[in-house]
């Protein structure tokens, strides 16, 4: 009981003082850009791949932070790389970032396209080795959606 007054008291003082964590809010009251996105998609040599990642570009003093996720099963065994986000650059419909994949000693660069609502056949993904994003088109997703949010 007494943990529920206590968290009904947080609650309270965060709706009747606009009371914001740090961790969300900037001091000039903005949340910083980011993109988010849980898709599935074939690239060019046909096997499906699904990939989640959250990456938030540095903002108002805070780094960029972030993680990222992809699986694949080429001819039957499963495979997952996983990597935490070290640059993001957010822009209207657009987002390009980097993640270092700790599971193979790389960094990977990833360009999505936001085409708008729902995402399937109109956000699109691209990524590779190559630091210039500009040199990545984009392979349509088949599942899921991703947003970019600035």
């Known amino acids: 009981m007494k943990k529920l007054i ?71 065994s499963y495979y997952c790389l996983n990597g935490y986000v070290t640059e993001a650059h957010i822009y209207s419909g657009y987002a390009d970032f980097a993640t270092y994949i700790y599971d193979v000693g790389q960094t990977l660069y990833v360009h999505v396209h936001d085409g708008g609502e729902p995402g399937i056949g109109v956000d699109t993904v691209d990524g590779g080795f190559n630091p210039d994003y500009a040199s990545y088109g984009g392979w349509p997703i088949y599942e899921g959606n991703l947003v970019v949010h600035n």
């Open 6 to 76: 206590a968290m009904s008291l947080v609650v309270a003082l965060v709706l009747s003082f606009g009371l914001m964590p740090a961790s969300i809010v900037a001091a000039d009251g903005k949340a910083a850009p980011k993109v988010t996105g849980d898709v599935w998609l074939t690239p060019p040599g046909g096997v499906p791949i699904h990939i989640w990642f959250v990456a938030q570009e540095a903002y108002a003093g805070r780094p960029v932070k972030g993680e990222f996720h992809q699986e694949f099963w080429p001819g039957g």
